[in-house]
C-alpha cells in the first residue's frame, strides 16, 4: 500500500476526530459536580471552605464553555495543540479547587485520573507524558500545600500523615499506571483500526481490478458486432470500387482500421474475459496467478505438487476470489523480498483440505517474532547487514497482516516456520531453507467442484424483474 493512503491512519490525525462539542459536555458534567460536592460539603456537613474562590475556580470552567460555545461552531474538531490545552486546563482547574479543599486530604483527589486517562486515549504519547507529569506535580504539591479542610466548630479534618504519603504514593503509581495501560490499549486498538482499514483497501482495489477486466470483456463483446458488419460493408465496398483506385483504397483502409480495433479488443478483453467468466481455476493455476507479478525479480521462483495428493491432471479447481489471489501475492512477494536466490510454491490436496507451502532460503523469520507474525504495524530493529542486503525494503508489518486477514476470511488456517537445512532436488548441494509459511483450508471452504461451491459451468443464470 502506498504511503499515501496510510497517511490518513496515522495517530496524529486521531486528535483532530474529537468534536469541541464533546468536551464542552464531558466539561459541563465536570462543573456539575463540583458545584454539587461544594454545596453538599457547605450545607449538609457545615465545612467552612473558601466559596468564593471555590466558585471563581468553577466559574472559570464555565467561562471557557461558555466561550467555546459562542466562539467556535459545533462541528469544530480540536486539533493535537487544543486537545492538549483543553485537558491542561481542566487538570489545573481540578488541582486548584482540590488545593482549596483539604488537597489530599480531600477524597475526591483520585479524579486527578480523569484527565490523564483521556490524554492517553485521544492525544499522542508526547503530550500523554506531558499530562501525567503535570499530574504527578500537581498530586506532589497538593500533598505538602493546601487549605485545611475546617467544620463549624473551627477543627480541621486530617488524616495521619502515613495515609497522606499512602495516597500521594497510590495517585502517583495510579497516574503511570493507568497512563501507559490506556496508552497501550489504545495504541493497539489503533493499529488493529489502520491495519484493518489497509486491508479493506488492498481487496477493493483487487475487486475493482475485477471488475475492470470484466467491464473491459463485456466491452469488447458488444463492440463486435459493428466492427464485424463495418469489415463486412468495407469488403463488399472494395469490390464495388475495384474500378476505382482512390475510392478502393479508403475501403481498404476502413477494413484495415476494422481490424486492427478487433485486435485490440482481444487484447483488452482477453483477462477480463478471465475474470468475468472463470470464477474458478485449476488450484496450480490460482498459484501461478498470484506468483505471477514476483516470479521475475531476479529469484527462481519454483512450483510443484506432493506427488502423493494424485497427479496433476487430478487437482482441484478452487474459487478465484479476490482475497485468496491478494493473500498468496502477498506471501510471495514477502519470500522473494527475504530469500537469496530460490522461493518454492508447493501445493498439496486431500480429500479433506487443500493446503499451499511457501518457502524460501533466507535468514527466515526472527525467532523471537515468530510467535508475533501478522500483527499489524509490527517492526523489528534490523542489522546493519540486513539493512545493506534489502536496502530497498521498509517493511511496516502489514504485508503478512493483510496476507493472513485475507486468507483467513477465506477459511485458511495460516501457520509460520523456520525450516531445517535440506537438500534441493537435482542439486547437489544442501541449503538451509528459510521462512515457511503454510496455507491450510478445509476442502468444502474452496473446492469449487464441492459443496456448495459446486456451481455447474455454463450455467446461465435466472433473470427475475
Known sequence: MANSDLNMFTGQQRSNWIRLRTMILLRWVAIVGQLTAITVAQRMYDLQLELGLCYLVVGLSVIGNLVAIFVFPENKRLSETENLAMVL???????????????LHNPFALLLLGPVTVSAAVLTTASTVLVGATAIILVTILSQFHEPLRTVQGFHLRIPELFVFGNWLALV???????????????????????????????????????LGG?????????????????????ELMDELSDNPDLYEDAALIREQADRCRDILRDMGRAGKDDLHLRQAPLMAVVTEAAEPHAHRGKFVHYSHDPDAGSELNQPAILRKPEIIHGLRNLVQNAVDFSNANVWVETDWSAETISIRIIDDG?????????????????????????????????????????????ERSGAELKFANGPEITIPNDAQTKKVGAIVEVVWPRDAIDARHGSNAVPIGLNQHITN
Open 173 to 211: 503509581i495510579a497516574i503511570m499506571f493507568i497512563g501507559a495501560y490506556s496508552r497501550r490499549v489504545t495504541s493497539e486498538m489503533h493499529s488493529m483500526s489502520d491495519a484493518l482499514s489497509a486491508t479493506q483497501m488492498a481487496l477493493s482495489r483487487e475487486q475493482k481490478l475485477t471488475d
Open 89 to 103: 486546563f481542566d487538570l489545573l482547574q481540578l488541582g486548584a479547587l482540590l488545593y482549596l479543599t483539604g488537597g
Open 215 to 235: 467491464v473491459v470483456a463485456a466491452a469488447a463483446h458488444e463492440l463486435g458486432t459493428p466492427l464485424a458488419t463495418i469489415k463486412l460493408v468495407s469488403a
Open 363 to 407: 535468514l527466515g523469520f526472527p525467532p523471537s517474532l515468530i510467535g508475533r507474525i501478522g500483527d499489524p504495524f509490527m517492526r523489528k530493529r534490523r542489522s546493519t547487514s540486513d539493512n545493506q542486503q534489502r536496502p530497498e525494503y521498509e517493511g511496516m508489518g502489514l504485508g503478512l497482516f493483510i496476507a493472513k486477514t485475507l486468507l
